[in-house]
């Protein structure tokens, strides 16, 4: 699996690095790109795509910013 350059057209502008999953922005980890798209793999490789975050930080962030705890 290697990137095709398909994905580009899908790119997501950038807002805030934590709000990206919030926003309901994927991460495809072959491409290294953010996605603005709706489906599970990546429309360039076919990987999964990640839609939350690795870190602690950034898990409890998420979840903080899904329930509408915090204001960012």
Known sequence: MTCK????HYKATWISQT???ANGQKKCVICD???KYEGRFCPCCGR???NKPRTSK???MFVEQKMGLRKV
């Open 5 to 8: 350059g398909i994905c580009h």
């Open 33 to 35: 790109v953010f996605v």
């Open 48 to 50: 999964r795509l990640r």
């Open 19 to 21: 709000l990206r999953y």
């Open 58 to 60: 950034g898990k409890q």
